[in-house]
């Protein structure tokens, strides 16, 4: 098998204390005749609030209630794309031991680090009884591993490195179809420049870490990029060098950034902007009827590619949900992960999350149009794990790996990034 799943890395969960409780469930749960009450709800926490992700959750909520009548679903999602502040808050809840009874978790290095800090119970007896080893791939199960014990539930597949376009506004621009290589890309970028219509559209800081990444695949290809997560791996080099120089340039293109990755990508689907480099969540926004989505058509208002040098490689996430330890309503936190587990759940959530199933049963007829393009390209590609998802780097690495680009996105000094990006794999993969 010439696949090369990323081996996780383990990391404490960082505390963020100052961040004031929203949403939880386990804040809402008191005493006496509303501990009945409470014992039947199940807080969900998640991150799937905006419009084309919540959509995921809602179906699956749908299956979870049906099959539960005595449970309520309580939705502790909480804003924000990609999680960053909900998984800060999160932090702060597992640290003062007031867990919901089940959180979403990327699997690999995000994963491990919440095992290692002694957060999740192990989930051996729920696979067994369900025989999910058999359904789900062995390697995505490793990274849901830990000393032989499995730890998390995944529901889906994600991509990440997806080139989203408006074929009109390429068209207009004289750009013949979406670029093949960073220089194609920045070829197109100024093309699009003249036409007066934003080149690439951005949203909020997470969203430039998410465009480093596949600018990173696509500059250093798929065996440098993943050499750069093995231990004492030396990010100094000239073709990091390159890749950020064009990163930089890349960016130089961007619009003014949005407040996160739904209005970024709906520059593109209205035809303000030619591109945007975000995962495949934002098929679902694009695809999804109206009341969640924007009810675009697929080659018409929005099309897709590998983004630019990463045709052939799949970079990956995953959303897996967990049983933290001292869940307060465990039954049913393992009546959820049930459903999520299950092909009914997967295949409800995944073709409106904008994702493919994690399990290998599903009913492929339901995966349409990108979502086939998609399966087929999960089959057959080699394959490359997140940065900004979870995958590859520690939280404590993702981290510095995000201040640094935070600051590159004020000082646009290349040279400074890598120093930091350096420094950060220095300090965090040992
Ligand atoms: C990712 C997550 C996806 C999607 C995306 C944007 O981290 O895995 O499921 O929610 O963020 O919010």
Known sequence: MRRRWM???????????????????????GTGDGQAAAKKQVEVFS????????????????????????LTFFDAAVAGGSGDKARALLSSKLQANQPPDTFQGHAGAELQGYIKAGKLE???????????KDVFPQQLVDQLTYEGNVYSVPVNIHRSNVLWFN?????????????KTIEEFVTALEAVKKTG??????????????????????????????????????WSGPAVTKALES???????????????QPASK???DGAAAFNIMGDWAYGYFHNPPDGGLG?????????????????????LSDSFTLPKGAPNRDGAMAWLKVAASKEGQDAFNPKKGSIPARKDADKSLYTDYLEWDLGQWASDKLAGSIQHGVVANDAWKTAITEAVGLFLQSKDAAKLQQALVEAAQTNNQ
Not at 167 to 179: F, I, N, S
Request: with cysteine; charged share 20%; aromatic share 10%.
């Open 197 to 234: 219509k934003i080149p690439l559209s951005i949203g909020s800081e997470w969203t430039a870490v998410h465009l480093m990444e596949s600018v990173l695949l696509g500059s250093l290809g798929t065996d440098a990029y993943n050499a750069l997560w093995a231990k004492g791996a030396d």
């Open 247 to 261: 990163f930089k340039t890349i960016l130089s293109y961007a619009g003014p950034p949005q407040d996160d990755w």
């Open 167 to 179: 074929p009109q506004v390429l068209k207009e621009a004289g750009v013949a179809g979406p670029p």
């Open 7 to 29: 081996s996780a890395v383990a990391v404490t969960v960082a505390g963020v204390l100052s961040l004031s409780a929203c949403g939880g469930g386990g804040d809402q749960k």
């Open 296 to 316: 675009k058509k697929s080659k018409e208002d929005f099309d897709w590619a590998a983004s630019p040098g990463t045709d052939g490689t799949f970079m990956w």
């Open 47 to 70: 991150w799937w609030t905006g419009p084309g992700e919540a959509d995921g959750l809602k179906a699956m909520r749908e299956i979870f209630e049906k099959q539960n009548p005595g």
């Open 267 to 269: 520059q593109v689907a």
């Open 122 to 132: 192990p989930l051996n007896s729920l696979y067994d009884e369900l025989k999910l």
